[in-house]
């Protein structure tokens, strides 16, 4: 079974950078491809970005191209979402998922895809 936990949340003003991370452990962390969702209150959980378990590929929500990136160390078994030019409307409750899957197929990647394991989550509130 594997298990995620995030950290980095926090309050930031608008146009602020910050970055999540998600640490996991119960298997082997080069075979998971990972992915960040994000769920404001009120709002379904939505995509934010993936990344395949080599790194090689990502994938980015529209709303957060450009201001976004998703990035990965094997070697130390993180994930991380390094956010900048953050907006009020990033505000939201941020999970890390995964899922064992060592391909690049976007549709087993992106915002359709399927992601069996989650983490708890970490709050982000950006205010104006």
């Known amino acids: 079974q594997v298990q995620l936990a995030e950290f980095g949340g926090g309050l930031v003003q608008t146009g602020d950078s910050l970055r999540v991370s998600c640490t996991a452990s119960g298997s082997t962390f080069s075979n998971l491809a990972m992915a960040w969702f994000r769920q404001a209150p009120g709002k379904e959980r939505e995509f934010v970005a993936a990344?395949?378990?080599?790194?090689?590929?990502?994938f980015y929500a529209e709303s957060v191209k450009g201001r976004f990136t998703i990035a990965r160390d094997n070697a130390k078994g993180t994930a991380n979402l390094q956010m900048d030019n953050l907006k009020p409307e990033d505000t939201a409750d941020y999970f890390c998922a995964a899922k064992e899957y060592s391909g690049s197929y976007h549709l087993l990647l992106g915002p359709h895809a399927d992601y069996f394991f989650w983490g708890q989550g970490t709050q982000v509130t950006v205010f104006s």
């Open positions: 990344i395949s378990a080599s790194g090689r590929d990502r």
